[in-house]
Structure formats: C-alpha cells, structure tokens
C-alpha cells in the first residue's frame, strides 16, 4: 500500500502534532503517508476516530466504521476473497447502480479500476483503516458453506476406534490445520451473526451447532460427530482447560486475535450422554467495541430525566437488576461515559472488563492472586475515587463496603440479581446490610430487560383483538388499538425481529422510601410509595414501545413475567 494525502500531513504540521521533520522522517522510512496517521493514531496524538476522520475528509471521501456497518451478503459474494485480501477492499452495499466499497487506499485509480472490472459495477469509495479492512474481510467471507468445506478436510482416520483417545492424540487431533481453521471460523461465523452464544452439542448422530441471537437460540449447521472430540479439545486448548478430563464440567477463557481487536469469549463444558457440551459467550470486542450515549438506549423520557439526575449525584448507590445477559453493564458504561470528565477519578472492578473506557481505571476480577470484587474495593477507597463501579454485588463483605462508601461521599454504580427494581430496594438487607446503611445510601434502583425490536425492513400494523384490548388497556374494548410485527424477511433471517432494545423500570428513593426499607417495610409498601414517587412497571413501559412498532407485544408479555413487573 502506498497512500499519498498530502493535506493530512500538512493539517498534521499546522496543528503541531508532530514536527515536520517527524513527517518526513516517517515517510522517507515508509514511502507511505498512510504511516503517519498510523503513528498519530498509537502514540495517542489523536483519537483514532478523529484522526481517521480528518484523513478522509482530507480525500474528500466519506468514512466509514465497518463495526458499525450493515454488509449485504449478496454484494460481498461478488468478490473473491482472495481479491478482496490483495488490494485491501470491502463490498458493503448497493445502492441503484453504485457498490460502496471500503478501502484503506482510497483514491489509487489503479485499484479503483481493478474493483470496477471485478464487480462489473461502478463504485462509491469510503475511507476505512486497512487494519478494520482485514477485519471485515476475514468475518464477513464466513457462511455455513465454508464451515462445512473446512469440516470435510478433516481426516477421520486419525482418531482410534473403540478405545480412549489419549492426551497426546487429543493435541495431535486438535493441532490439525483443518481443525484450527474449524475452531477460528466458528467463532467469526457468530460474530457475523451478532450472535451472543455458541453452543456445541452433541447429538446421537452428529454435533449440533446452534447460535443465541437477540437472546433467542437457533440451529446454525451439523456437523460430523467424528469432529467432536478434536473441535472440544482445540476449544480447551485455547481456555487453558484440561483436555483428558470430560466426566466434570470446566470453565475458562480465550481471546481471539484478528488484525485490530480482540475478541474474547467465555468458555463452559458440560458432560452429557453423547458427550462434553461447549458453550462459549461472546464478552466483548476488547478495543473495538462502543459504548452507546444514553438517548441510544430506548428510555422513556421520565426515566432518561431521572438517570440524567442520579449521575450527576454527589454521593449515593444507584443499582441496576436484571438476569444474565439484560443489558446492565451496558447501561451504567453509558451513565460513566457521560459523567467521565478530567476532574473525576472513576475507577471500576468487573468480571469481565467489557467496555474500555478511556480516562477510567478498570480492574479485572483475579481470584487466583487473591483479587475480589472486596479486596478492590477496599483499595478503591484509599485511591481517592469520586465515582465507584462494581460489576455486580455478590456477597455480604462487597454489599457492606458499597454501602458504606456510598455514605462517605462517593457516587457507587453496580449491579443486582433481582427480578424487578421493587425487589432490589430489599435485595441488600438481604443479603446482609443492615436497613440502617442500605436507606440512606441508595438514591435510585433501575431494573430493565432486552426485547427483540421489529424488523424496520418487513414491519406491519395489524388491529389488536377486542380482547386484547380488554385485557391489557383501561378503555372500551370497541377502541381500535393497533399493534405491529415482522412478516418475515431475508435481512431478518425470516424471524421479524433484528436486534434489540431495553424496557426498564425505574425508583427514586425518597425520604419516605428510606424510611420505609430503615424500617425492614413489606414489597406492598415499598411499592406504594414508589408509585407515588413516579414509579411505573416494567410491562407499562414494554406496551408504549410495543405500541410504538419498536417490539411486539409477545415480546413484552414474555419478559414481563414478574408480579411486580
């Protein structure tokens, strides 16, 4: 690659990010002023967003975030894989006659004219960096096709018949280059899909392979049983699990590299009848992966109003709760971003570190070394923080010092298991915290859950049966009340749905409130005040976006099973 944008090197000189001389120097050792956007971007210079952004608006092009992109599998099917390598370019979309295609040499005619010929179409050029390029590249050339070609490159001969398969033919088996292949395009294959989970299952007569996508599991392809025991040994491999023990369950970890991020996953396998079941969940894109602003995430008004109020608290714990997989670290990421300025000392300690946020000090859980969500905390409070996030309250001894710090002048986000925010306002007391600390600490309980939103491309409005209406409104049953859904279609998979959204729940804690949990008060009570604080349930706030075709009404009834939701 041989990048020339001389009006980035001399926007570079004039805002003195670097000395002319730096620049030449650079670009006489690299003949490539693609180098000096590099080296503003890794010596921190520039945000790379920024830095990527005056790039290309020195070309004259637009630019483009590929992990934030919508591919059209079609489009990218036209272009060869190998090509796409070669020259660093990515099919995106067609829009009329035009294909936008990503390139990190954005104005070299020669490839421009080489991507035309290969297409056979003209072209819209966007700026993506080479690196995001590679990226995109490498995830967006998987299917279920591939997976199955790699699987058939495996030579079933090399495993023993009627025996145990020893350690040393375990690593064998899961050294094969068909194997590695196997294992890595798996998981790019479910960072295509969006997909949360992977599931390995083995069945009778093959191995079942099913992704979670917007929080519902479905069958992605088959494989030959003959696979299992080399694919779970790779995987274990790659955890740092034992390969000879499958009679109990193991849990561990794996990062997987590509050109710009890493990507790491949660490891779990269980023994079944027909074998160890593996199910790895995807944590987080680490470096790459963006914390949404708040008004991204689908509150209601009153509640964006109150979570605007809370973060801005100079003291006090405010608690999030939902199960597994709801949303909740993304929700407190997103109140930190907004209150992350120079003058505060944010410090975090999570299991795992999801989000990167810049200006944060975030510390990974490590309980080998004796490092707990209690002995962090601890340390937190002699470093001075203005604002505390603990991933979640699991035990007495982290409940007691979140509290406490709370009530000495510190703003604590963190996270509960409860069903609903009416719960959570006891969940404390508990666990173990005396009323008397838990009260006057906690300024605000949310509890949320992620719904699956409607597909924008295939959504209908349909009339909600007079019973319906009955049933779930205070108003005549003849009032015509219209609802929405997904037909169906190929940019949903056929489901309806694409991605999701929140629903949430949420409790100010007053005066009266405090005085009420100091008091050890029944849910009924405690829930009585709260509607007089504004308080309104999870299944209100589910029916307005239902009603605003953001999800359907199957969804919300689902995830608002709770009697106080």
């Not at 599998?73 to 070669?86: C, G, Y």
């Not at 194997?179 to 790019?188: C, F, N, P, T």
């Not at 997904?486 to 959204?501: E, H, I, N, V």
């Not at 009266?512 to 009585?528: C, D, H, Q, T, V």
Request: hydrophobic share 40%; charged share 25%.
């Amino acid at each position: 690659m041989r990048s020339e944008n001389k009006p980035f090197l001399d926007e570079v000189i004039k805002r003195n990010l670097l000395p002319e001389k730096e620049v030449m120097r650079i670009i006489m050792a690299h003949r490539d002023h693609y180098q000096v956007l590099l080296h503003v971007i890794h010596n921190g210079l520039m945000r790379q967003s920024e830095a990527c952004r005056l790039w290309a608006d020195s070309l004259g092009v637009a630019l483009m975030d590929l992990n934030e992109t919508l591919f059209q599998p079609e489009v990218v099917e036209r272009m060869s894989k190998k090509f796409a390598r070669e020259n660093i370019v990515a099919p995106i979309y067609q829009l009329g006659d035009r294909v936008t295609v990503a390139m990190a040499d954005a104005t070299n005619k020669s490839i421009i004219e080489d991507v035309e010929k290969h297409l056979k179409a003209k072209i819209s050029v966007v700026f993506s960096m080479a690196e995001d390029i590679l990226d995109a590249i490498e995830i967006q050339f998987i299917d279920k096709k591939v997976l199955e070609d790699i699987s058939g490159k495996f030579d079933v001969s090399m495993i023993p018949i009627n025996r145990e398969i020893g350690k040393a033919e375990l690593e064998k088996l899961a050294g094969d280059n068909s194997i590695i292949e196997l294992g890595r395009s798996l998981m790019l294959l479910a960072i295509k899909d969006s997909a949360s989970d992977i599931h390995i299952e083995p069945m009778e007569n093959n191995i079942l392979i099913r992704f979670r996508i917007d929080g519902v599991l479905s069958e992605r392809l088959r494989l030959s049983l003959d696979l299992m025991a080399p694919l779970v040994s790779r995987i274990k491999i790659l955890s740092g699990m034992d390969i000879t023990e499958r009679r109990r369950p193991q849990d561990g970890r794996l990062t997987m590299e590509l050109a710009n991020r890493s990507i790491s996953f949660r490891v779990s396998t269980a023994p079944t009848i027909h074998g160890e079941k593996t199910v790895l969940r995807l944590l987080g894109q680490i470096q790459k992966r963006n914390i949404p602003q708040i008004e991204e995430l689908y509150f209601s008004k009153e509640i964006y109003d109150w979570i605007k109020q809370l973060i801005k608290a100079p003291s006090g714990a405010f608690f999030i709760t939902g199960p597994t997989g709801s949303g909740k670290t993304t929700t407190l990421f997103s109140a930190l971003q907004r209150v992350n300025t120079p003058e505060l000392n944010i410090m975090t300690i999570e299991d795992p570190v999801e989000y990167r946020l810049e200006g944060a000090n975030q510390v990974q859980v490590n309980p080998s070394v004796g490092l707990t969500f209690s002995t962090a905390l601890r340390a937190f409070l002699r470093q001075d923080p203005d604002i505390m996030l603990i991933g979640e309250i699991r035990d007495i001894e982290t409940a007691k010092i979140a509290t406490e710090a709370a009530l000495t002048g510190h703003l604590v986000f963190s996270t509960l298991h409860t069903n609903d925010a009416i719960q959570a306002v006891t969940r404390l007391v508990e666990i173990g915290v005396e009323p008397f600390l838990v009260g006057p600490s906690l300024i605000g309980v949310m509890s949320q859950r992620l719904v699956r939103r409607i597909c924008d491309s295939c959504k209908e409005s349909y009339a909600l049966p007079k019973e319906e209406v009955e049933r779930l409104f205070i108003c005549d049953a003849a009032t015509e009340v219209k609802m929405w859904r997904g037909k169906g279609c190929a940019k949903c998979r056929f489901t309806g749905y694409s991605g999701r959204l929140g629903i949430h729940e949420m409790i100010l804690v007053d005066d009266e409130l405090r005085k009420l949990i100091i008091a050890n008060a029944p849910l009924p009570e405690i829930k009585k005040a709260a509607v007089k604080t504004g308080y309104k349930t999870m299944r209100y706030d589910g029916l307005k976006k239902a009603l605003r075709g953001l999800t359907t009404l199957e969804e919300v009834e689902e995830a608002t099973f709770s009697p106080y939701a």
